[in-house]
């Protein structure tokens, strides 16, 4: 499963990147996980299957979401809380249960 976070610089949004590849880790998932800018949206959706959108950019999350659904990909927006305390097993549970929502209703055998 790949997954990326949609920031606005992706400076704090990496250190969450690392909490969720900790926490990947502790419970044997492999996936990709990474942190991109808004700029890179369009680029980095094609070779994702989940985009979780950071709390300072959710001005973007309506039409990411759009574009990634009619993709066949997850998308959403990551909880401010989770989100300021670094809560990466949160926030991959949430990744993780887009994945299977939108791997189920298309005809993707990924991950």
Same mark, same amino acid.
């Given at each position: ?23 990947? $880790?502790?419970? !044997? +998932? ?14 980095? *959706? ?26 066949? $990909?997850?998308? !959403? +927006? ?14 991959? *549970? ?18």
């Amino acid at each position: 499963m790949k997954i990326f976070l949609c920031c606005a610089a992706g400076m704090s949004t990496s250190m969450l990147v690392s909490r969720m590849e900790q926490a990947a $880790k502790e419970k !044997g +998932l492999v996936c990709e996980i990474s942190a991109h800018s808004i700029s890179e949206f369009e680029e980095c *959706i094609k070779w994702s299957d989940v985009c979780l959108v950071a709390p300072q950019v959710k001005f973007k999350y309506e039409e990411f979401k759009r574009i990634a659904n009619e993709q066949g $990909k997850g998308c !959403g +927006l990551i909880d401010m809380m989770n989100y300021g305390l670094l809560k990466g097993d949160a926030v991959l *549970i949430q990744a993780v249960s887009l994945y299977h929502e939108y791997a189920t209703t298309t005809t993707s055998t990924e991950g």
